[in-house]
């Protein structure tokens, strides 16, 4: 049961975004990584947090967006600690390579592609050297982590995306492909054996924050990308053309959305034609999820209890489509009573469609200083309990660098939500002690916000080079927390 079912206390959250953002003097390969979460969560219990959150922790391939996955119900190899491993000459040489590389430039941002080959590489090296690699057995694995392993395969063999693969390999009979094809069987093994590990370090880094009294919070995607094996492996639940390419893909066609009409080009389910289907689907994925967390952030929570938009390949319209609602999330409180779910990005929604359709299921709702359009958001001194209350997250600009555009009339409203004139003058403080005074039961505030890392994390609906990939401009060690500590006991959260 997760500590935020405590009815009598309010509680603080710090938002990482990723393992990757972190940078600590111990970690010299150029990124942050599962090793590092440790002493996350000594500085974070000594200043009062009682939550970690980090974004989408899949298998992405060589794309930094942690949206991107390969498939839901897999670790990203990228965040392998190497802290303990048994090290091998071939593995000591390529960590002297990849330390020369991060010392010739890779410093403020991260150089994904070759970190993620470079902990690819210590992981196939660590299966080739290890005594239980020849233990892995591929009936221990359940069927969604033996086609996430069998598709990295194929994938890498074919070079090209699953619609394109001879028709034997692209109508997924796993078990067929397995019995007819052998020599496939090792190179899955190696990502098996991969996984293992990578379970492992999870697991035990997850147990080392409870004994600490820190949660670490994971977010559940809601769409895999059409190029997956989830689309490949369950080809029956998402809207495709009858040759398996896509017929409609996710996105958001409304031009009033507060980041404006957006393609993202993922599968999207057929929650109307398959509902059961669908339904049981997304329940394993919640499963694979609550391994180690007990906290659980549900991505584009609107696509899911109101309506969600998906848009034709062909023509680029747009439709929305009624979600499953209400019979979803019966069936996930049903299946999960003791997970605490917090429904990611749900604004510019009136009180009907959403807020209380989530209160009914104990879903704490996100409301976020940046969404200034509304009075429900801004009237922070009134949020509701069953409330995780936001001063930035991966997609918006960090609190400091949000308090450099907003006009002087937004920052009037909050402002003059403080009793004490004196404590109005503290710059990001202000607005933190107002987040954090409030009757949310959750109060978050980003990493990013504690470094004052003025740079966008994520740009929505932008493509460009720049997003997933910053590490932060401070180390941890000299990352101060003392202001927020004493916020966070002030507003009685520790």
Known sequence: MSILYDAEKKFAALDVHSPLYLKTKTNPYGGGDIGDIYQLIDVASSAGFSVIEFLPIQDTGYSPSPYMGISVFSYNPIHLSLEGIERTERIIGLERARIRKVNLGEKESIDYKQLYLFKCAILEELYESSHEAANIKTDKFSREELAYALFSVLRKKYETKWIYWPEEYKQANIDKILQNHKELEVQVKIILFAQSILRKQWQKVALYGKKKGVEIALEKPIYPIFDSAEVWANQELFYLNSDGSLR???????????????????AVYQFNEKPQETTE??????KFLSRFSKVIKLDHTL??????????????????????????FS???????????????????????????????????????HWTNRLKYTQIHKYPRLTVAVASYANTLSLPAWLRVITKKEKKIFLSQIKDKRDRKKGIWSYIELIFESNAILASVSLRDLVFDLRRYNHAGVKNFRNWKFRSPLYLEKTDFSKISNIISFSRRK
């Not at 689907?281 to 919640?286: A, H, M, R, V």
């Not at 023509?315 to 609602?325: C, D, E």
């Not at 605490?340 to 200083?369: H, Q, W």
Request: hydrophobic share 35%; net charge positive; glycine share 8%.
């Open 303 to 328: 696509a899911l209890i109101w309506k969600y938009y998906i848009i034709d390949t062909k023509n680029g319209r747009g439709k929305r489509v009624s979600p499953l609602g209400e019979k979803l």
């Open 331 to 369: 069936a996930l409180r049903k299946s999960f009573p003791d997970i605490f779910f917090i429904a990611e990005d749900v604004g510019y929604i009136n009180e009907k469609m959403i807020d209380k359709p989530l209160k009914k299921f104990s879903v704490a709702g996100m409301r976020c200083l």
């Open 281 to 286: 689907y997304f329940l394993k994925s919640i």
């Open 248 to 266: 409609y893909e996710s996105g958001c066609n409304n031009p009033r959305d507060p980041f404006g009409p957006q393609r993202w080009g993922h």
